[in-house]
């Protein structure tokens, strides 16, 4: 018969931390290639209307113009309907001009496909919108699309 002997140290083995690097290289490029970064700061309430039939829209060859009354910091503009392209107020004799400039940014190829998404707030004067369409007609911007959000407005 054998005899049993008791390990003298007792102490635990340190823990190996070679794929450690791995392991955080990895979380930095997952979190990298999924984090969606926002491209304009909303000056203007967007509470946008329901609509039960929507469509997801490709991003890449899309202008997205803004309408609605100032945001809870931007009251020293005024109670009145703004319009809102990129990060600036904009007068509707200044549409022409900010959406030539943020056309010649997009692929060439997409130029001439170019979408205007219009995201109006619920509450917006129908006279500000059709302003902002009677201009895209103007500079020939035709395809037109209204953001809203899903869900019926009746329920």
């Not at 967007?46 to 113009?65: C, G, H, T, W, Y």
């Not at 945001?71 to 030539?100: M, S, V």
């Amino acid at each position: 018969m054998s005899k049993f002997k008791k390990k003298k140290g007792g102490e635990i083995p340190a823990v190996n931390t070679a794929s450690l690097p791995d392991i955080v290289f990895m979380l930095l490029f997952f979190f990298m290639v999924v984090t969606v970064l926002r491209d304009d700061s909303i000056f203007v309430q967007n509470k946008l209307p329901k609509a039960d039939q929507v469509e997801k829209l490709k991003k890449d060859r899309s202008i997205f113009i803004y309408a609605g009354k100032p945001g809870p910091g931007y009251k020293q503009y005024g109670e009145e309907g703004k319009i809102q392209i990129g990060d600036k107020f904009t007068e509707i004799k200044n549409i022409r001009f900010a959406l030539e400039a943020l056309r010649g940014k997009l692929l060439p190829a997409l130029q001439d496909k170019v979408m205007v998404a219009l995201k109006v707030d619920g509450e917006t004067n129908t006279g500000l919108v059709s302003d902002i369409k009677q201009e895209l007609r103007e500079i020939n911007m035709l395809k037109l699309i209204y953001i809203t959000a899903g869900g019926n407005e009746l329920e």
